[in-house]
């Protein structure tokens, strides 16, 4: 199908990791990206990953890839408050003319002080 | 300057209304993009321009008309909107469309309600 699945919604305390999860569906996505929306706000690029690579580390975000499995995920260190959001996953698909970005379904991440 | 502007932020706007949103960005990117997004949805992909030209549409109804007066401007004109239109739409900006990798730039959104 041409769905991207992520779970609905995640709860961590502060201080914790976080880890975010994604099943994305067309094996020949060259890229796949991570965006966070935070309430009433456009999409913020968190990272993205080239399919070639199984991990990528950027200060508190490390993404794992299992292209095998088509999964992704997304952990977060040490998470704040100000992590709570809306996270998507993103795989990026040719659209005939251009590329395009298909959207994962969305976590909502809620951090307990 | 990695920054997409839209304005509105708000819209009202009712059955029989004729409205535009707009939305601009000066990082020289040729590509442009209209989303839409319901609540606790992700992002649906509208329309796709590259270098002016229309290469995307995704099967949108004709009561949306996208325009692309030139590579800084993307206008989405609305006519005979339904209540189920209402959403958050989005404009993105990128490279060219092409890359393979492409950052998509990302505007606050219109939030728009049709009554």
């Known amino acids: 199908g041409e769905d991207v699945e992520q779970s609905l919604f995640l709860s961590v305390r502060e201080g914790d990791s976080s880890v975010i999860n994604c099943t994305y569906t067309?094996?020949?996505?060259?890229?796949l990206y991570w965006y966070k929306q935070e309430p009433g706000a456009g999409l913020q690029l968190l990272t993205y990953?080239?399919?070639?690579?199984d991990m990528k580390q950027d200060q508190r975000l490390t993404v794992l890839l299992n292209k095998k499995d088509k999964h992704l995920s997304l952990r977060i260190a040490d998470t704040q408050t100000g992590d709570s959001a809306i996270y998507f996953c993103a795989e990026s698909r040719y659209g005939g003319a251009t590329n395009k970005l298909i959207f994962g379904t969305g976590t909502l991440l809620a951090v307990q002080p | 300057d990695t920054e997409v502007t839209q304005t509105p932020k708000h819209l009202v706007m009712g059955m029989t209304n004729k409205k535009s949103l707009k939305c601009e960005q000066h990082?020289?990117?040729?590509?442009m993009y209209w989303y839409k997004q319901k609540a606790k949805k992700p992002p649906e992909l509208m329309f796709v321009?590259?270098?002016?030209?229309?290469?995307i549409n995704e099967s949108v109804p004709s009561r949306f008309s996208p325009e692309c007066p030139n590579s800084s401007l993307l206008n989405l004109h609305l006519h005979a909107l339904q209540p189920e239109d209402s959403a958050l739409y989005l404009c993105?900006?990128?490279?060219?469309?092409?890359?393979?990798?492409?950052?998509?730039?990302f505007g606050p959104g219109t939030r728009l309600l049709v009554l």
């Open positions: 067309d094996s020949s996505s060259t890229y």
């Open positions: 990953i080239f399919s070639n690579m």
């Open positions: 321009y590259s270098y002016e030209k229309l290469s």
């Open positions: 993105a900006s990128s490279q060219d469309g092409w890359q393979a990798q492409e950052t998509q730039y």
């Open positions: 990082m020289g990117h040729r590509a």
